[in-house]
């Protein structure tokens, strides 16, 4: 099953400019950055409690012009782009959501943030929304 809010997605054109919006504008914390050649992403997690356990913000910047974050840029511009769940086992949350007739981006789990592994499901299957499942490291 779902365990939390694992974090938010955000769509943005410029990884840097966007955490010094997030810094300086809501005095978010950058706690987490890297770049993963698979998902064609820059991203970075901001959080308002670097410490705590709660939801994380996902600023995603594109690699590449044929990357999901820059077709989403320019079809809708910035802004919030999925909703990520924590799991606490990726394959089993995944089988269960295909048993219930809604198609996973992925066969297998791929690579997330900071080790992560991760699946999608598809937005046209859960009323709009891109959703993540995220089993942490
Ligand atoms: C597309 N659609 C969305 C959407 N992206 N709806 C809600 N939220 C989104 N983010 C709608 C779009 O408006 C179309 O609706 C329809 O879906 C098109 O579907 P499609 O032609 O099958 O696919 P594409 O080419 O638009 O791609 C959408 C998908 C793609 C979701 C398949 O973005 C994808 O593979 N995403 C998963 C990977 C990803 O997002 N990576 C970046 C984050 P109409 O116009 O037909 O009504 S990486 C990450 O999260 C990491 C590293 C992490 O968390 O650790």
Not at 13 to 25: G, K, M, S, V, W
Not at 82 to 91: H, K
Request: charged share 25%; proline share 6%.
């Amino acid at each position: 099953g779902l365990l939390r809010v694992d974090h938010v997605g955000i769509a943005v054109p410029d990884l840097d400019e966007a955490l010094a919006f997030y810094e300086r504008t809501f005095g978010l914390r950058c706690v987490h950055e890297e770049t993963n050649e698979e998902q064609g992403v820059r991203e970075a997690m901001v959080a308002a409690d670097p410490d705590g356990g709660g939801a994380r913000i996902q600023l995603l910047a594109p690699l590449r012009p044929d990357s999901a974050i820059a077709k989403f840029l320019d079809r809708n511009g910035p802004g919030l782009q999925q909703l990520a769940y924590t799991v606490r086992d990726v394959e089993a949350a995944s089988a269960a959501l295909r048993a219930r007739g809604l198609r996973l981006l992925y066969d297998e789990p791929r690579r997330g943030t900071a080790g992560s592994r991760i699946n999608f499901v598809h937005p046209k299957d859960a009323g709009g929304v891109l959703v993540e499942l995220v089993q942490p490291a």
